[in-house]
Nanobody, 124 residues
Framework: QVQVVESGGGLVQAGGSLRLSCATS????????VGWFRQAPGKEREFVAA????????LYADSVKGRFTMSRDNAKNTVHLQMNSLKAEDTAVYYC?????????????????WGQGTQVTVSS
């Protein structure tokens, strides 16, 4: 399986930007699709974005479309989530997860391997 570790979270003012990174280890990372999810206090974990094994196909939640961009570098076993125009409602713990599906997936149950999460706080 793939191990994942997130980084890059922090405190930012509304309208600002953050770049989250997901470092992975384990075999055949390039065969996995990768997703970002987030969970705010008192709310369920929700899908944010996902990328297929090649990096050519991405999916985004409507709430982040046009503001967030996900990318991957298979040579470096890393995935990034560039978050621009951040809003207070983006505040959450962000999780990176890997799926054995080569296609990007919306559902958290499709993902086998989760990181510990990184906190993103957007002040209004």
């Amino acid at each position: 399986q793939v191990q994942v570790v997130e980084s890059g979270g922090g405190l930012v003012q509304a309208g600002g930007s953050l770049r989250l990174s997901c470092a992975t280890s384990g075999r055949a990372f390039s065969r996995y699709s990768v997703g970002w999810f987030r969970q705010a206090p008192g709310k369920e974990r929700e899908f944010v974005a996902a990328v297929d094994w090649s990096g050519r196909t991405t999916l985004y939640a409507d709430s982040v479309k046009g503001r967030f961009t996900m990318s991957r570098d298979n040579a470096k076993n890393t995935v990034h989530l560039q978050m621009n125009s951040l809003k207070a409602e983006d505040t959450a713990v962000y999780y990176c997860a890997a799926s054995m599906s080569i296609s990007p997936m919306y559902g958290p149950n499709e993902y086998c391997c989760w990181g510990q999460g990184t906190q993103v706080t957007v002040s209004s």
